[in-house]
């Protein structure tokens, strides 16, 4: 037996400046995203889908190739020239042929400059050379679902967890149903549908309701009788027609189950279509609230800039708010500035330093201005930005936050970076010299997956509305291409 495996991976954010080109899919190991045997070294051993393919291969004993592994940060439109890169690997190494079956770790919200639906075009390319080889995908819970990322694919199957710890468990329910159908022992049947609405990212949390029982329930269904169940949250800053929330099951040849629970999971996310509306809070409002806090740490959550949706991480709203009331024992991560980072390290450690941090980075598509901040502080720690997730979310596999130095005013620790990255890990703190559990207040860029590597840390969370193209006010964001009605944007939407 022969697999293909590979890996094109975008959460797209079309109200992000951040430009996305071919170099930012390189996972940091240079300038090209790894192919070959460098894929595999890169993701043996890892908590991802990949990691989960190439173990299913090892243990099926089958020959396997990875065409391409390319996984960018979240940000703007895919430039077409990286993504036409990134299909030829793909659509080439499929068109030699001699596979049994190809597995894909695609997130399910690319848009590109001429695609809406990055993975239904790129499944279009693949059979316009193989109609037949059958196509298993791991797809993230925050995919935006088009007809051909389901329809032209054998076996469909989601995270099923926010934060996405369960990486490598997608790829296992992927991959094991793709290998009991070229072993001939299932036929997979597929339903699927999507709803009228758009769901807030900061109610999307399979820890909180109503996303965990929804989860919860999709879990059961694959112990009674349905290959994959899942529940796609989607992923709303994509101005695109068909963002929002959707639902897949693949059973065994089994149209009339595959059917039902779909419609079963409909229903359930539609009856609690209000408590996936998130109400903001003022950012003034917040940090007093937090400022009278009695326990430690507090995470204060800047999740309007959060890298993992598009954030630019250069906004200096809540860096700048907590300057103003005095907040003491601070940790913040992080500012995207590689201009103030390589003047800090030419200043070098120990060296007193008076830097414009941050607001470099226009935001046309954006309400708000966001200007920087005059940071002093002395040069606490210079680092090559280069650490291994901890886990459980991407365990062992390399992060790059690029060249990064630390900035310490005295009360507050502004880490400063050079390549986008999420706080989703202990480690990116930790790497910095930075302990957690010494500081009374740690500032994430981040909105719910800190949580994997950090929630068990916190002793009070406060949400903190700053500036950002991921905002959590829908009326900061002109959509022009969504379909319409749509919940929550139009209150009296009918399901249909």
């Not at 390549?419 to 957690?436: C, Y």
Request: glycine letters at 8%; proline letters at 5%.
């Amino acid at each position: 037996m022969r697999l293909l495996i590979a890996m094109m991976m975008h959460e797209t954010n079309t109200f992000s400046p951040v430009p996305t080109d071919l170099q930012r899919f390189a996972l940091g190991l240079g300038q090209l995203p790894p192919q070959g045997q460098e894929a595999v070294q890169a993701f043996r051993n890892t908590g991802t889908a990949t990691g989960a393919f190439i173990d299913l291969a090892q243990a099926a004993g089958a020959e396997f190739e990875i065409a391409i592994a390319a996984h960018a940060a979240p940000s703007g439109l895919v430039q077409d020239g990286a993504y036409q890169e990134m299909t030829e690997a793909i659509v080439q190494a499929v068109a030699r042929g001699g596979f049994d079956g190809i597995l894909l770790d695609l997130h399910g919200a690319m848009v590109t400059e001429s695609h809406e639906d990055g993975e239904g075009e790129l499944m279009r390319r693949i059979r316009s050379v193989d109609p037949h080889t059958p196509v298993g995908i791991a797809y993230d819970m925050h995919a935006n679902v088009y007809a051909d990322m389901v329809e032209l694919a054998q076996v469909v199957a989601g995270y099923q967890t926010y934060p996405h710890v369960d990486m490598y468990e997608t790829g296992q329910r992927a991959g094991k149903a793709l290998l009991a159908l070229i072993a001939g022992q299932i036929q997979p049947t597929t339903a699927w549908a999507r709803l009228p609405m758009i769901p807030h990212i900061m109610r999307q949390s399979s820890l909180d309701e109503p996303n965990s029982s929804l989860q919860a329930r999709a879990r059961q269904m694959e112990q009674q009788g349905a290959l994959t169940a899942s529940v796609f949250t989607g992923f709303p800053h994509a101005d695109i027609e068909n963002a929002g929330l959707s639902v897949v099951v693949v059973t065994d040849n089994d149209a009339e189950l595959a059917a039902k629970y779909r419609d079963e999971l409909l229903q359930m996310a539609w009856a609690s279509r209000s408590e996936w509306v998130y109400p903001v809070e003022s950012l003034a409002q917040s940090l007093a609230r937090a400022k009278v806090l009695t326990v430690q740490p507090v995470v204060l959550l800047d999740h309007y800039d959060n890298a993992a949706s598009g954030g630019t991480m250069d906004t200096t709203a809540v860096l700048a708010e907590v300057l103003k009331q005095g907040l003491k024992q601070v940790a913040f991560f992080a500012i995207y500035d590689p201009q103030a980072v390589k003047e800090a390290i030419a200043a070098g450690i120990g060296q007193r330093v008076r830097l414009s941090v941050g607001g470099k980075m226009a935001m046309p598509q954006m309400p708000h201005r966001h200007e920087p901040v005059m940071l002093e502080g002395t040069v606490k720690l210079i680092s090559s930005g280069k650490y291994v997730a901890k886990g459980p979310m991407s365990q062992g596999a390399r992060q790059d936050m690029g060249a990064a130095v630390v900035i310490d005013t005295g009360d507050v620790e502004v880490a400063l970076i050079s390549r986008h990255v999420e706080p989703f890990d202990v480690n990116a703190l930790i790497s910095l010299g930075i302990d957690p559990m010494q500081k009374k207040f740690i500032v994430l860029k981040s909105r719910v997956h800190w949580r994997a590597g950090m929630g068990h840390l916190a002793k009070a969370v406060v949400e903190c509305a700053g500036v950002g193209a991921c905002t959590s006010d829908y009326s900061e964001l002109n959509f022009k291409n969504l379909r319409r009605p749509i919940y929550p944007l139009d209150a009296d939407t009918q399901r249909g």
